[in-house]
């Protein structure tokens, strides 16, 4: 079952994305020590498989709302009729 993301973690996208960018900067440097490097790649991976379910939330949030608004705008209305 899929984890329910909060909206919290929708305003965390952009510095964890930021923090991933950093580890990527950083392997390909390739300077560091394997040890480090190994413990950089890991973070990494957990950074993008985050990412990744924030995106597919975010994604499924749009396409329902989506469909709310599709469904809104071919909603046949009665008219309004006043009381006389």
Known sequence: MAKKTSSEDFSDFE???QRL???VERLEEGNAPLDVMLK???EGTVL???LS???KQAELKVRTLSKVHEELATFETTPFEEEN
């Open 15 to 17: 510095t964890e994305l």
């Open 53 to 55: 379910e924030i995106l």
């Open 21 to 23: 960018g950093s580890i």
């Open 40 to 42: 950089l790649y890991e």
């Open 48 to 50: 993008t498989t985050k």
